[in-house]
């Protein structure tokens, strides 16, 4: 009556359970191994079990029933590492994907040696923690773009400079700034209306975005109607050539501003690079490009303008309206 009862409860087990003798034959195989592999306990007990799986003879999973069997010791498979080491299926007369699986191997038994493997299906918890990973990551991903111009935001530049100048000091390679900011935005704000004003910021955002053709080069916007643009691993001579790129971009809009000296929406930009000697700390670099943008301003607008420290290696500085 009590065995029985216990093959009743070993039945119902909603997890697989295989105990293997200590010839690595099967000495049991419950309801729930039935349901997923497909095969009858009929079919599998007495087995030598690496015949049933021979894809474990090798596998971790073989290890470990031999360290239980010769040695004593228990083992509980990674989830990341050995996500479906058995080939158990919802369905086993239609095999698609293997479930998920968490596997514990333990010895049981002193004078013969038997082990005793426990496999529990993860798979509903695997997908929900794959969603909530997809949902977090869509989340930061939310959180570190700018609502209106999709491009990154001031939270995402703060984390990126930080990063990129600890990476260029490390690897002793240059990083360039760019802080570009719309000419006479005021104006056109106050002649076209807020809502143009954020279409038009729109427009200057994704010309400037798809001018940049590093994929680790990144566009920010800094706040209001200034972008900054972060170029790691380039030197100062291309930092301002891709400025000026970004520069004729926005011109090519052929956006109409009726009240700037222009008649067309345009920006200035200001170039700063580090290199060793130059700047101790980020904040100096973007300093030193916002002291450029301030010249370019002072030029007469959309221009392009390098920090002061590299101007003596450049000579090239783009003229306004050119
Ligand atoms: N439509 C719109 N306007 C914005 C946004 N953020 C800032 N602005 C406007 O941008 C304008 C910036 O004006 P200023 O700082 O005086 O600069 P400016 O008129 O571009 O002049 P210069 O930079 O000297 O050429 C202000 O009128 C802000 O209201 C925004 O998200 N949408």
Redesign the pocket.
């Known amino acids: 009556m009590k065995d029985k009862l216990l093959l009743d409860a070993f039945s119902a087990l909603s997890l697989g359970v295989i105990l293997v003798d200590a010839h690595y034959r099967i000495a049991l195989w419950n309801a729930w191994l039935e349901a997923h592999t497909g095969r009858a306990a009929s079919d599998t007990v007495g087995e030598d079990f690496f015949t049933v799986f021979p894809d474990l003879a090798y596998h971790r999973v073989g290890d470990a029933i031999r360290q239980a069997i010769g040695h004593n010791l228990s083992a509980l498979l990674s989830q990341s590492l050995h996500r479906s080491p058995f080939p158990l299926y919802a369905e086993p007369a239609r095999p698609t994907a293997r479930l998920s699986q968490a596997v514990t191997i333990v010895p049981l038994g002193d004078a013969e040696r038997y082990c005793l493997i426990q496999i529990v299906d993860v798979t509903a918890a695997v997908r929900r923690e794959s969603l909530l990973r997809d949902q977090a990551h869509e989340l930061l991903a939310q959180s570190l773009s700018d609502g ?1 111009t999709g491009v990154g935001n001031r939270r995402y530049f703060d984390i990126c400079i930080e990063r990129e100048w600890r990476a260029s000091k490390r690897n002793n390679k240059s990083l360039s700034l760019l802080i570009i ?7 056109y ?1 106050d002649c076209y209306g ?1 809502q143009r ?2 279409e038009c ?1 729109q427009q200057i955002a994704a010309a400037m975005r798809s001018a940049l053709e590093n994929p680790n080069d990144i566009l920010f916007r800094y706040g ?2 200034e972008f900054c643009a972060l170029l790691p691993e380039t030197r100062s001579a291309d930092a301002v050539e891709l400025a000026e790129k970004l520069r004729t971009r926005v011109q090519m809009l052929d956006l109409p501003h009726i009240s700037s000296p222009d008649g067309i929406i345009s920006v200035s930009i200001g170039v700063a690079s580090h290199c060793q000697k130059n700047h101790t700390e980020y904040g100096q670099l973007i300093q030193s490009a916002d002291n450029a943008l301030y010249e370019a ?1 002072r030029a007469g ?1 959309n221009s392009v303008r390098v920090s002061a420290t590299f101007r003596k290696f450049m000579p090239f500085q783009s003229a306004p309206g050119v």
Do not use: A, P, S, T
């Open positions: 209106l900011d719309v000419d006479y935005f005021k104006l704000n807020h004003g954020d910021l209001g109607e301003k607008r």
